[in-house]
């Protein structure tokens, strides 16, 4: 199994540079085709304090100031990606997370940045890219320009996420020097070893040799991280959104502590 075709995003607020060749490696690790995207959005009519609104001269200035930008990520894009790799470009002016939801059926995987801020019109929405895309998300770490994934942590749980995630994750997993399938255990019982044991059993079905770990405690991002950070892993694997999402936003869980946090490389699907 490989990845075909890759899409990366191109933030319009962010240097283009880094994800980009981040882009690169990987078509070249995966023998892939790349796709580069780029989107944006112009804010509705809105009243503001004083009871303006927005009108439309404002917002074609916008659009005006869109295009442009995206002009300037594809020459970056189209300049950055060697002829050795056969690639193409996409933009539009509508919602970054919506382009790259419908984007998505063209690929096999989708590489984005991290958070940076919380304006939807220019800035992509992990969250509801992982649910909604159908493709598995790697969320790359902040600034970097490489994916190593020498050292990869499973974050698995019993759930169909966890299961599509590796599946997903197989390409990484069979290029790392080190995999381990690591799960918080809460009950402390036999379920969650035997459980371990059927995925190392799985992953080596596929050639992949896979250490298992229990991590005692009760289920939690910072501890799946302090013990990612414990085995010098560069990339964690995890199904997205175990819990609903509505739970997971007001009472905290896994998959948001992962969003939120910048320093690790992380992939995840749903």
């Given at each position: ?19 980009v ?19 944006a959005?112009v ?51 509508c ?19 991290g ?38 942590l ?31 255990d ?85």
């Amino acid at each position: 199994m490989s990845y075909k075709s890759i899409i990366v995003n191109l933030a319009i607020d962010a240097t283009p540079a880094p994800i980009v060749r981040v882009g690169i490696e990987l078509a070249e690790r995966f023998g892939t085709h790349l796709i580069g995207l780029a989107a944006a959005d112009v804010p509705p009519l809105v009243a503001t304090g004083d009871g303006m609104v927005y009108e439309g001269e404002i917002m074609q200035i916008q659009r005006t100031e869109i295009e442009k930008r995206l002009a300037e990520l594809r020459a970056e894009f189209e300049r950055l990606v060697p002829a050795s790799i056969t690639s193409e470009w996409g933009q539009a002016v509508c919602s970054p997370t919506r382009f790259l939801s419908v984007s998505a059926r063209a690929a096999d995987l989708i590489v984005t940045g991290g958070v940076d801020g919380d304006n939807v019109f220019r800035a992509v929405d992990i969250g509801s890219l992982a649910l909604g895309a159908g493709r598995p998300v790697l969320v790359t770490a902040g600034n970097i320009e490489h994916i190593r994934a020498k050292t990869v942590l499973v974050a698995w749980k019993d759930t169909r996420e966890a299961r599509r995630a590796i599946a997903d994750a197989l390409p990484f997993l069979a290029k790392a020097n080190e995999v381990v399938v690591a799960t918080i255990d809460t009950n402390r019982n036999e379920t969650s070893r035997d459980s371990l044991d059927d995925v190392a059993v799985f992953l080596e079905h596929h050639g992949i040799k896979a250490q298992t770990e229990l991590i005692a405690g009760e289920a939690d991002g910072d501890r799946l991280l302090t013990f990612a950070r414990s085995i010098h892993a560069d990339l964690i694997v995890s199904g997205a959104y175990g819990h609903s999402r509505l739970r997971e936003w007001a009472f905290g869980g896994v998959t948001r502590t992962l969003i939120e946090e910048n320093s690790i490389n992380r992939f995840m699907s749903y």
